[in-house]
């Protein structure tokens, strides 16, 4: 992939292919921007300048492009946060002494370090160090949720570019050409449940996420009405799949993290969940945001489905 086929995001890609251009890209990344708006993408597409041996990289068709598009080039390290101890102190140690050690075979060796989100302290203050004393020729790009999660000495010798999610068209449009089979007016339809989010909006359509969404949203409308019954009927609905289960309980979180900006005045475009902030103290809707994501944590542990409906139900409600 090329900066080019980015969807959204112009001014950002403008800037990073000019850095890429003048060879004045920082050695030091930070990607951050909502789950779905593309940071692993231009990550890899970053990581992709660095090795490419061509004039206009990255060009995508010399030896360097083709590796790094396979997730085999031998100067491409990736450490995902999401991976039990990729990024733990320890991890972070064994990264500092490697990138000491001069790059294979292309002019720059690259790390990924990915979902940063939960790197801890300790594992933070160990990658300060190498950015205090930077070795020639390594580049880190770093993708995290928001910037606020790493250290402000960290954020403050590395550079931030923000990713924003594309226009629900934009979105469309390109996940319309990975799904070339299925309709435009669903598709579109997905993207703007999802606020132009690409990711969002692939998870979507892969998932028949449209029924999950619309499930959510009546759950969370009887849940903040104190429809009992109703609850339970709906939770129950959750059974057919884990797949299903976790898609709406992602969507009852944005439900509920919709509905704590309104509590505190802040600006939403849900309206179900401005809606609910009138009906419940603040109170109420923090405890029922956490009752959500303590449901997530439920569902991960391989409980049994069927009972997991009646128990959402009964959580729900305090
Ligand atoms: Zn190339």
Redesign the pocket.
Known sequence: MQFNEFVANDKLIEEITEAVKTNTLPHAIILDGAKGTGKQTLAKIIA?SFV???DS??????A??IKAMHSSHPDIFTANGDNTGELNVDAIRNIRADSYIMPNEAPTKVYLLLNCDKMLAPAQNAFLKVLEEPPANVAFIITVTSANMLLQTVRSRSRLYTLYPATPEAAAEYVLRLFPERDYGDILHAAQLCDGNIGKTIGMIESGGEEAKKLADEIFVAVTKGNEYNVLTLTSKMSQSRVFAVSVLDFLTENAAECVKASVGAKTNSAIASDAAKRMTKNRIFRLAENIERAKQVLEINVNLNFFGTWLSSVLRV
């Open positions: 992709q490419c041996s061509s990289r990255p060009c995508g068709k010399c360097a492009c």
